[in-house]
């Protein structure tokens, strides 16, 4: 097992490195020269080779990329190569915490979203429960992000009104079909404590909807508050419209996976097995029938995940966010080398993580790959 | 039509309800009159039908009495950010130049269509007929081919698109060539599996039995096959690629105004969106019935006509 996860770590480097280089090869490509920014529009065709000698723009790149590979063993991710001058590492130390707070609370946001949809979904399979959630899920699926994020946008900071009686109304809706699953023919197949359970928890969605329209918080159009500078209200409230486009598009396809692969699951015989000892069907959803159907979802959530690090352009844009996405781009348009470098490193290196992360949990997922010779 | 309509609901088998389900298996296939499946179709044929009428409208664009979209000097006593009045000469209003947006949605789907499934044309076409090579002859071609795909998919796309766009101008051909570009890798892995899978089969030892050359198993008894799982998986490839450039263009990065695309007009009309929030809403929905028609036809299709996704 040990030996399993040190290969699964070890695979790591040579791919960073190939992402390195390739970075290298690409942004010499651009058309473009930061000395040009350095000694403005006024400068003498000497101040300028001067810059270029200072900066090592003069020299072929491979030899610039192994300076930085030196440094970047050494510690040392260098400086910005326009004005303002910073350390790069300052630089990324201000934007990775923005892209990684949204992708994590994005990534949990859908786990939360899909996880119960998706298992109900398949354990109600083409009812009317599955198929409004697949329906839902398909039309999400198809929704652009920065359409969404519009959406959003004008609801909830144009229109918070709107938003408050869409709340009231399916929470007044989730309930009643919740409360009429309790009466009559229906109700009559529940046991007596179980009609006690549903109707309680159809009071909890009512009571939890109402204090929602009433809390409801005024949203920001755009802009971030920093933990340490705004506290974390304030915080949560800047990035909540951001993190629930990102989740919302997210669960979708998350939803979807898991309902395929749990339905599978549902046709085994080990479920069969536990409905004839008399299993509650909680029991068997939960405790047995997940693990083996996470797979799918496992995979995808971890790409996505590892897709979100690498900053989300749009949303960023949209909600300017100051993230890794806009940092990527900002600095292929002035050809920031160094930082261009260390943010693709930066970005590429938790991608490959998190997919290694992903590979481990397999291990814990399915005990059989825990024996397989690779 | 509510969205859960358009979900077809997939074959269920006897097992599935017995397995679990607590109520007594139905057979809604069995003996169903041929109304009920044109209704449990409506979905697709809705989807079918918006396709055919944006064609449409997108090929005879010129000739169509619509108000002036693209050109803002041509629109100076034209009203401005006139809300939809569906009996004015502005059906679905105006936006902040007094440009027509009817017209400007109907030339960007124009754009749009090119776009995505030219696109996708180029993709099938480059990455199938790569992908028959490797998965046929395997060996080296295959090693070198795999190589190459794998450097392209595992290249970010987006910084690969930021340098292309400061490269090239970003006009209809070079955003359908680099979005094209990005659809290869994709069909050449799902070409090149299927390859693998049906050059194994009988028919091609009896086809090579017979003394056929390589060329003619590959284009007279692997093609075919192959083909038909390519496809459908196509339409949600074209689906992805008209959402991929409507991102391009809403960043400024695709086709630029004032020559319309859907994207550019949300991008535009971003700025309005409390007040007008048809600027935004109109092509918006125009864009997300288009991209929910091709996924619904992709889904169809992949049930269809490919093996592998019939299960569910």
């Known amino acids: ?374 | 039509m509510s969205v859960s309509e358009r979900i077809e609901e997939p074959t269920r088998d006897d097992e599935r309800s017995s397995a679990v389900g607590t109520h007594p298996p139905v057979h809604p296939e069995r003996r169903s009159p041929p109304i009920k499946v044109w209704f449990r179709h409506l979905g697709l044929w809705l989807s079918v039908g918006w396709l055919a009428v944006e064609i449409i409208a997108a090929i005879f664009a010129d000739f169509l009495p619509l108000a002036e979209g693209r050109n803002p000097s041509l629109t100076l006593d034209a009203p401005i950010l006139q809300p939809p009045q569906i009996l004015s000469g502005h059906p679905l209003g105006t936006d902040r130049q007094g440009l027509d947006i009817l017209s400007g949605v109907i030339y960007g789907a124009r754009t749009s269509l090119v776009v995505g499934f030219g696109a996708v044309f180029l993709g099938v076409v480059v990455g199938g007929v790569l992908g028959l090579t490797a998965g046929y002859y395997r060996g080296k071609v295959d090693a070198g081919l795999n190589f190459l795909n794998d450097a392209l998919l595992a290249f970010p796309p987006l910084i690969f698109l930021l340098a292309l766009s400061s490269v090239v101008r970003p006009n209809l051909e070079n955003v359908t060539l680099v979005l094209g570009v990005l659809a290869i890798p994709a069909f050449f892995r799902l070409t090149r599996a299927n390859t693998m899978a049906y050059s194994q089969r009988n028919f091609v030892l009896a086809a090579r039995a017979l003394g056929a050359r390589s060329s003619r198993i590959l284009a007279r008894e692997l093609t075919p096959n192959v083909l038909a799982s390519t496809l459908a998986y196509a339409f949600v490839v074209v689906a992805v690629l008209i959402v991929a450039e409507s991102s391009l263009s809403f960043l400024g990065l695709s086709i630029q105004r004032p020559e319309p695309t859907w994207g550019n007009m949300i991008a535009s009309g971003q700025n309005d969106l409390e007040k007008h929030p048809h600027l935004v809403f109109v092509p918006g929905v125009v864009l997300f019935l288009t991209v929910l028609s091709l996924n619904r036809i992709g889904d169809w299709a992949q049930r269809r006509w490919d093996p592998r996704s019939r299960k569910l």
């Open chain 1, 1 to 374: 097992m040990f030996h399993r996860v040190a290969t699964v770590l070890l695979r790591i480097i040579p791919v960073l490195i190939v992402v390195s280089v390739s970075t290298a090869v690409l942004i010499e490509l651009v058309p473009g020269d930061p000395a040009v920014a350095v000694v403005g529009a006024e400068g003498t065709p000497e101040q300028y080779a001067a810059v270029r000698e200072n900066l090592g723009l003069d020299r072929p790149w491979f030899a610039r990329y192994l300076d930085w590979l030196n440094g970047l063993l050494h510690g040392d991710l260098g400086k910005t190569l326009v004005p303002p001058i910073q350390d790069v590492s300052t630089l990324i130390a201000t934007r990775l915490p923005v892209t990684l707070e949204i992708a994590v609370l994005s990534v949990l946001l859908a786990l939360a979203i899909s996880i119960p949809v998706g298992t109900w979904s398949a354990y109600r399979y083409g009812r009317a429960f599955d198929r409004v959630a697949s329906g839902l899920s398909f039309a999400l699926i198809s929704v652009p992000s920065f359409l969404l994020a519009l959406i959003l946008i004008y609801f909830a900071v144009f229109r918070p009104e709107a938003v408050k009686g869409l709340i009231l109304a399916a929470c007044v809706i989730a309930t009643v079909v919740l409360a009429a699953a309790t009466v009559g023919r229906r109700g009559a197949q529940l046991t007596a404590q179980g009609r006690r359970g549903v109707r309680l928890f159809a009071l909890g969605v009512f009571a939890v909807g109402f204090v929602l329209a009433a809390f409801l918080p005024d949203f920001p159009r755009q802009g971030f508050a920093r933990i340490g500078e705004d506290g974390l209200a304030e915080n949560l409230r800047t990035i909540f419209l951001p993190v629930l486009v990102l989740g919302l598009a997210e669960s979708a396809q998350l939803t979807r996976l898991l309902r395929s692969d749990m339905a599978t699951t549902l046709n085994d015989d080990f479920v069969l097995a536990s409905r004839a000892q008399g299993m509650p069907v909680r029991h068997i959803l939960v405790k047995e029938a997940l693990r083996p159907s996470t797979f799918s979802l496992v995979t995808v959530a971890g790409i996505s995940f590892g897709r979100l690090l690498g900053g989300t352009v749009i949303v960023e844009t949209i909600f300017r966010l100051p993230g890794m996405g806009t940092l990527i781009v900002e600095s292929v348009a002035k050809k920031e080398f160094m930082v261009l470098q260390a943010a693709v490193l930066v970005v590429a290196a938790l991608y490959v993580l998190v997919n290694a992360l992903v590979d481990i949990s397999y291990l814990y997922l399915d005990p059989r790959t825990r024996h397989v010779r690779v």
